[in-house]
């Protein structure tokens, strides 16, 4: 069961926003607004498919909790399909399929 989580972890935090990154066409960016409390951040062309930190925007090799969160709201929402701001078993079970090929098995209680 450990393992399973640990695999599930990893998949969640890398490879499924990498494969996300390689699946999805570049969305155009509206021009940036400073912030006034931090320097504006410059977003570096997609990674490669195979790249170990897909959710590093800058390229600077660290992702930040910025960076992170920006990657863990895009797979949130390729999970939602209907959009709904709430994922569903269902959903949950589809996109597992879609991104693994079969659904991972829930952790017995």
Same mark, same amino acid.
């Not at 069961?1 to 155009?28: D, E, G, Y």
């Not at 960016?29 to 170990?52: E, I, L, M, Q, R």
């Given at each position: ?6 695999i599930l972890l ?5 490879a499924v926003p ?26 570096? /062309? ?8 897909? *959710? +590093?925007?800058?390229? %600077?090799?660290? &992702? #930040?909790?910025? $960076?992170? /969160? ?8 390729? *999970? +939602?399909?209907?959009? %709904?701001?709430? &994922? #569903?078993?269902? $959903? ?5 399929r879609e991104v ?10």
């Amino acid at each position: 069961m450990k393992a399973a989580v640990r695999i599930l972890l990893i998949l969640t935090i890398v490879a499924v926003p990498a494969w996300l990154w390689a699946q999805s066409s570049p969305q155009p960016t509206p021009a940036p607004v400073p912030a006034p409390a931090a320097p504006p951040v410059a977003v570096a /062309a997609p990674p490669p498919p195979n790249d170990p930190m897909p *959710m +590093d925007l800058d390229g %600077d090799g660290v &992702v #930040t909790a910025m $960076e992170h /969160a920006a990657g863990a709201r895009s797979l949130f929402e390729h *999970m +939602d399909a209907n959009h %709904d701001e709430r &994922v #569903t078993r269902e $959903e949950m079970l589809n996109f597992q399929r879609e991104v693994l090929g079969v659904p991972i098995a829930p952790p017995r209680r």
